[in-house]
C-alpha cells in the first residue's frame, strides 16, 4: 500500500511541477496566430485553440499544448516547395492537426504520448507535400486527420470565444482593481 501512495505522490508532484512550468511558458511564449503566416507559434496552455491556416508558403512553427488543446487546420494551406516542419510540445494535452489527403506526415514526436496520422493509409508520392512533425509528447499527443466532426469544431470554436471572454473579464477586473487602488492612493 505504501508503494501505491508513493506512486500516487509523486505522479500528483510531477503533475504540479508540469502545470508550474506551463505557466511559466505560456507567459514566455508570444503567439503567431495569423491565418496568413508562413511560420506560426500556436498556443493552447490551460486554453483552447482554433487555427485555420491559409499560407501561401507554410513552412511550420511551433505548437504547444499544456492542459489544452484544439484543432490546427491546415486544408487551405499551401506548404512551402521544401515542406514544413512543426515542433509539437503536449503535456497533459493535445490537438487535431488537419491535412489535406494528398501530403505526405512523418512524425519523430516521443514520449508518454504520440503524434499519430489517422488517416488511410495509402501510397502518396515521394512529390507529395511533407509535413514533418517532431518533439515530444507527455500524458498527451496529436492525431493527424483530413476531416473533422462539423460538431467537434464547433465546440471547440465555443470554448476560445468562451476562454477569450474570461480573459476580457479577468483583464478588465484587474484594470478596475489598479485604477481603484490608484484612486484611493
Request: charged share 20%; hydrophobic share 50%.
Amino acid at each position: 500500500m505504501k508503494v501505491i501512495g508513493t506512486i500516487v505522490g509523486l505522479f500528483a508532484l510531477g503533475m504540479a511541477g508540469a502545470a508550474a512550468a506551463a505557466l511559466a511558458a505560456k507567459q514566455r511564449i508570444v503567439p503567431i496566430d495569423d491565418p496568413e503566416a508562413d511560420e506560426v507559434a500556436l498556443v493552447a496552455i490551460f486554453a483552447p485553440v482554433m487555427f485555420h491556416s491559409t499560407a501561401t508558403a507554410f513552412r511550420g512553427g511551433t505548437l504547444d499544448c499544456w492542459y489544452g488543446g484544439g484543432i490546427v487546420d491546415l486544408r487551405d494551406a499551401t506548404l512551402d516547395p521544401a515542406g514544413a516542419h512543426l515542433e509539437v510540445k503536449t503535456v497533459f494535452g493535445g490537438a487535431q492537426i488537419l491535412v489535406p489527403s494528398s501530403w505526405r506526415v512523418e512524425s519523430s514526436v516521443s514520449g508518454v504520448g504520440a503524434a499519430q496520422d489517422l488517416r488511410t493509409k495509402i501510397d502518396r508520392p515521394v512529390t507529395a507535400p511533407l509535413l514533418t512533425l517532431s518533439g515530444f509528447a507527455a500524458f498527451g499527443g496529436v492525431g493527424v486527420s483530413s476531416e473533422v466532426e462539423e460538431d467537434v469544431v464547433q465546440e471547440v470554436t465555443e470554448a476560445v470565444a468562451a476562454s477569450k471572454q474570461a480573459q476580457t473579464e479577468a483583464r478588465a477586473a484587474v484594470d478596475g482593481l489598479v485604477a481603484e487602488a490608484s484612486a484611493s492612493a
